[in-house]
């Protein structure tokens, strides 16, 4: 396999599609190799909108299938990214249209044969207050090995798109990124 593909998927009202939800991503597990799930909890809300992240694999004509049958349940809105490491793609796309209220979450593939660790974690130090959450996804393919981290940028969006600016300038690393309204 030489593609990843992550599913976005924000859910409306957890407490009506979560249960139609969990069915159909438990008919679908085999394609599923990574999952994560989050909402807002904090000790004043508990918020009804959740968001699941999935990490695809396996025989890619099924992932349309899945994608189909989250699309039938309704009250979903989904979202998607694919990195096809080691081909040649369009220049990095920096969305510049965000705002604060929205749930932002951009995917960085990295070739793990290039050396640019320490640079690219300098910067996603230097901008930890605009990274919510961190998860960090290893990929092998046919070709070689690589890595995906997802963020969920958080904050003054001159600042997330200040990160997303010089992670494109000064790494070699492949971003997309799902925005939620």
């Not at 695809?56 to 349309?64: A, N, P, T, V």
């Amino acid at each position: 396999m030489n593609k990843l593909k992550i599913l976005g998927i924000k859910i409306i009202d957890r407490i009506k599609e979560a249960g139609k939800t969990q069915i159909v991503l438990s008919r679908h597990s085999e394609i599923i190799h990574s999952r994560i799930g989050f909402h807002e909890l904090n000790e004043f809300v508990c918020s009804r909108i959740g968001y699941v992240l999935l990490e695809l694999c396996g025989d890619e004509s099924k992932w349309e299938t899945l994608i189909s049958d989250l699309e039938n349940i309704g009250g979903l809105q989904i979202q998607q990214m694919l990195f096809e490491p080691f081909a040649k793609t369009e220049e990095n796309k920096i969305v510049n249209t965000e705002t604060e209220n929205q749930i932002r979450i951009l995917g960085i593939l990295i070739d793990k044969k290039q050396d640019n660790t320490e640079q690219f974690q300098y910067i996603l130090t230097k901008y930890g207050c605009s990274i919510k959450l961190r998860v960090g996804i290893n990929f092998k393919t046919d070709i070689g090995n690589a890595g995906v981290i997802l963020l969920e940028l958080v904050g003054d969006t001159r600042e997330t798109i200040a990160l997303q600016k010089e992670l494109h300038e000064k790494t070699k690393v492949l971003m997309q990124k799902i925005v939620f309204d």
